[in-house]
């Protein structure tokens, strides 16, 4: 993740930037889609506490966990984008905990995805070892493992700046971005490394799952076609969330191609790398879901069904005559 994977900068080593017009502009739209986005992640955990169907399920444990991680993603990430373009530079050790958490929830998500993988291949072709293996308590094991991994990939860059950074410099102001504070040459190196390894292995996992889950599909069940077409939306979305592993790449070969557009490059890559991924999520895994829309549907709408409010209403009436039965 380069400079520009965390907030999306305006500014090229401080001398490019956008005019007021675009500044606004791209401040707007990344503020509507956040706000948008936020507001159904929002409906699917109010939906999730809401009903207990959901929370005896791995699927939708590991679900929701996703949307969590993506709503403070997303947020956190869309703050940094806005004080880049308003206070252009923050104090270090604020910009730090902003970074660290924003690096933390990104590096999840790819994580998170490869574990409901896994969930999926086991509930599709290991179905009679499903129960065993897959349990609430060790969905939660393998929720604080995702976030051990994705802290022990930061872990290191800390030390390094704890180590290669003088005093003065944590006193001081920076433009809030990965590569302006863990700017060690080492902290590149091993960031490139580390992603070259979560690439290959939660695409190995995803490969490999996903096949297995194809070919399952193809001989147990009739409706092929459907479950072709969500396993296609499922690694969609996890290739536009990879993208954060080669981004740097891909900017550098854009900016090649295109010198001139070096700004707009990187906004489109904040945007498709960094929010288009939290929008596929809740559509892929809570929309398209059938259990998941038929209860999210009263909450999405801020609308709660005439039905619903009279059972809350009789229910507690009727409990006593039931009782003296």
Avoid at 32 to 50: A, E, P
Avoid at 186 to 199: E, G, N, P, Q
Avoid at 231 to 247: E, K, N
Wanted: contains cysteine.
């Amino acid at each position: 993740m380069n400079l520009s994977s965390v907030n999306g900068t305006f500014a090229v080593a401080g001398i490019q930037r956008d005019t007021f017009t675009t500044a606004v502009t791209k401040n707007v739209i990344v503020t509507v889609l956040c706000i948008s986005i936020n507001y159904i992640n929002g409906t699917l955990v109010h939906t999730f506490r809401k009903h207990q169907i959901f929370n005896s399920s791995p699927r939708y444990i590991l679900f929701i966990h996703l949307v969590i991680n993506d709503m403070m993603q997303l947020g956190l990430s869309t703050l940094l984008h806005i004080i880049s373009y308003t206070l252009y530079t923050i104090n270090v050790p604020f910009c730090l905990m902003l970074l660290i958490i924003t690096i933390l929830t990104t590096l999840n998500t790819p994580l998170n995805l490869a574990g409901m993988a896994v969930e999926c291949y086991i509930a599709v072709c290991l179905p009679l070892r499903h129960v065993q293996i897959c349990t609430v308590k060790k969905t939660y094991v393998l929720i604080g493992l995702i976030w051990a991994v994705s802290t022990l990939s930061i872990l290191p860059d800390v030390f390094i700046l704890l180590a290669t950074e003088p005093l003065h410099f944590f006193h001081s102001k920076v433009l809030c971005a990965r590569d302006n504070v863990f700017r060690s040459t080492y902290s590149l190196k091993k960031r490139d490394a580390s992603h070259i390894v979560c690439l290959v292995f939660v695409w190995f996992t995803l490969f490999y799952t996903y096949f297995r889950i194809l070919f399952a599909a193809k001989l147990a069940t009739a409706d092929f076609k459907k479950a072709r077409n969500t396993i296609l939306l499922h690694g969609f979305q996890l290739l536009l969330c990879m993208l954060l592993y080669v981004r740097p790449m891909l900017e550098e070969g854009l900016n090649f191609l295109l010198p001139k557009q070096n700004l707009a490059i990187r906004f489109a890559c904040y945007v498709i790398v960094q929010i288009l991924p939290r929008f596929v999520s809740p559509i892929v895994y809570g929309l398209r879901d059938q259990t998941f829309r038929t209860y999210v549907r009263r909450y999405l709408l801020c609308k709660v069904s005439v039905s619903n409010q009279l059972e809350n209403i009789t229910m507690p009436n009727l409990a006593p005559s039931m009782k003296l039965k």
